[in-house]
């Protein structure tokens, strides 16, 4: 079973982003998927997160109008479309699935840098 999630990059203030969550070796059309952050010297903030088989969604404050999280079942890949960049959100994001809300994450990405400039 592997995340592989992609996207990341250098962007300027106000500019935009969408990284990429590529799920492999199993089905996770039940599962929950979530986007986390991680900045230099603080811990792993949640971001956002979908159900996969429902398409309900759930947003961190930080993200809300802001980001927007996909699936693309064909493609068996999630999204994070993320837009009106601030420098705050420099930070390594990672992507991670549970079966259900009610779990803890068990399937985690190897992060992707996402670097704003100011």
């Known amino acids: 079973v592997q995340l592989q999630a992609s996207g990341g990059g250098l962007v300027q203030a106000g500019g935009s982003l969408r990284l990429s969550c590529a799920a492999s070796g199993r089905t996770f059309s039940s599962y929950v998927m979530g986007w986390f952050r991680q900045a230099p010297g603080k811990g792993r903030e949640f971001v956002g997160r979908i159900s996969w088989s429902s398409g309900s969604t759930y947003y961190a404050d930080s993200a809300k109008g802001r980001f927007t999280i996909s699936t693309d079942n064909a493609k068996n890949t999630v999204y994070l479309q993320m837009n009106s960049l601030k420098p705050e959100d420099t930070a390594v994001y990672y992507c991670?699935?549970?079966?259900?809300?009610?779990?803890?994450?068990?399937?985690w990405g190897q992060g992707t840098q996402v670097t704003v400039s100011s």
């Open positions: 991670g699935a549970r079966k259900t809300i009610a779990t803890s994450y068990e399937y």
